[in-house]
């Protein structure tokens, strides 16, 4: 079975993702390791807000908000609902 790669955005609610790559700029890389979000690490989608609001997930127990823009950037496996 295919593995399914999506952009955080796109990832459903209460889903749980491996993130696989990060296609922003340094500066967004920078931004993100600096949240503990790095390729290899798993998280959970919490919620994301209408009208392109802000996307939380959380990584090692921890809930992370981000802005939709910055979550489109994010590439995941998924890995389970």
């Given at each position: 079975m295919a593995q399914e790669i999506v952009s955080l955005t796109n990832l459903k609610n209460g889903?749980?993702?491996?993130v696989c790559s990060i296609e922003g700029g340094t500066a967004v890389n920078n931004r993100l390791a600096a949240l503990g979000l790095r390729p290899g690490k798993e998280l959970t989608k919490?919620?994301?807000?209408?009208?392109?609001?802000?996307v939380t997930v959380k990584v090692d127990g921890t809930?992370?908000?981000?802005?939709?823009?910055?979550a489109s950037k994010v590439m995941v496996e998924v890995t389970g609902i």
């Open positions: 889903s749980r993702a491996r919490i919620s994301a807000m209408s009208f392109k609001g802000p809930q992370l908000a981000m802005g939709h823009g910055m």
